[in-house]
């Protein structure tokens, strides 16, 4: 079955920097676009914006294009979301999801989610 | 953007009765091209990622059973839970994917009475 297997929980400080990870498997990762999205503690979902490893191609929601950068290494079937200055407000669960394709673009396999801690 | 907007925002309903939450959006997500409306539901239950429940406003995913269903065109949509089960609890969501930035409904919180 399809799976998307994301990199553990970190914690950090303000102002330091992280990548985290989203690693497909059981299905070829590069004909499928990734989504990014955030959930704030015990709030609601959050898109962030998607890429597609077969290009790089990508799309971020203007709440979040500057504040983060989305990867990928298809040779590794890996996604990344990365951020160069953590702030308090990033303390979130964040999940990759992929999208389904063939115009219908619904996250139908999800991560596990990486929670994100950024606390001094 | 689009704003999605739940209502309401939680409801209690005994087992065995019928759950409806509604999802409105901000302008259509109907597609003239192919009259499609491009309204996901998901469903959260807690401590675990979103499920994919219905998409193409209607359009039950494998696996989901035939208690949920999905309604509704244009801007105005219906995710109904036909008899509501225990393992229902959870916090449901709607996205549109009309256009990005592809947004969620704040989401609606349904419990057991």
Request: glycine fraction near 8%.
């Given at each position: 079955?399809?799976?998307?297997?994301?990199?553990?929980?970190?914690?950090?400080?303000?102002?330091?920097?992280?990548?985290i990870?989203?690693?497909?498997?059981?299905?070829n990762?590069?004909?499928?676009?990734?989504?990014?999205?955030?959930?704030?503690?015990?709030?609601?979902?959050?898109?962030?914006?998607?890429?597609?490893?077969?290009?790089?191609?990508?799309r971020?929601?203007?709440s979040?294009?500057?504040q983060?950068?989305?990867?990928?290494?298809?040779s590794?079937s890996?996604a990344?979301?990365q951020w160069t200055?953590?702030?308090?407000?990033d303390?979130?669960?964040y999940?990759?999801?992929?999208l389904?394709?063939?115009?219908?673009?619904?996250?139908?396999?999800?991560?596990?989610?990486?929670?994100?801690?950024?606390?001094? | 953007?689009?704003?999605?907007?739940?209502?309401?925002?939680?409801?209690?309903?005994?087992?065995?009765?019928?759950?409806?939450?509604n999802?409105?959006?901000s302008?259509?997500?109907?597609h003239?091209?192919?009259?499609?409306?491009?309204?996901?539901?998901?469903?959260?239950?807690?401590?675990?990622?979103?499920?994919?429940?219905?998409?193409?406003?209607?359009?039950?995913?494998?696996?989901?059973?035939?208690?949920?269903?999905g309604?509704?065109?244009?801007?105005d949509?219906?995710?109904?839970?036909?008899?509501?089960?225990?393992?229902?609890v959870?916090v449901?969501?709607?996205?549109?994917y009309?256009?990005?930035?592809?947004?969620?409904?704040?989401?609606?919180?349904?419990?057991?009475?």
């Amino acid at each position: 079955e399809v799976q998307l297997v994301q990199s553990g929980a970190e914690v950090k400080k303000p102002g330091e920097s992280l990548r985290i990870s989203c690693k497909g498997s059981k299905y070829n990762f590069t004909n499928y676009w990734i989504a990014w999205v955030r959930q704030m503690p015990g709030k609601g979902l959050e898109w962030m914006g998607i890429i597609y490893p077969g290009d790089s191609d990508n799309r971020y929601s203007p709440s979040f294009e500057g504040q983060v950068t989305m990867s990928v290494d298809k040779s590794i079937s890996t996604a990344y979301l990365q951020w160069t200055s953590l702030k308090a407000s990033d303390t979130a669960i964040y999940y990759c999801a992929r999208l389904r394709g063939s115009g219908t673009y619904v996250s139908d396999y999800w991560g596990q989610g990486t929670l994100v801690t950024v606390s001094s | 953007d689009i704003v999605m907007t739940q209502s309401p925002d939680s409801l209690a309903v005994s087992l065995g009765e019928r759950a409806t939450i509604n999802c409105k959006s901000s302008q259509t997500v109907l597609h003239r091209s192919n009259s499609k409306n491009y309204l996901a539901w998901y469903q959260q239950k807690a401590g675990q990622p979103p499920q994919l429940l219905i998409y193409w406003a209607s359009t039950r995913e494998s696996g989901v059973p035939d208690r949920f269903s999905g309604s509704g065109s244009g801007t105005d949509f219906t995710l109904t839970i036909s008899s509501l089960q225990a393992e229902d609890v959870a916090v449901y969501y709607c996205q549109q994917y009309y256009s990005t930035p592809w947004t969620f409904g704040q989401g609606t919180k349904v419990e057991i009475k």
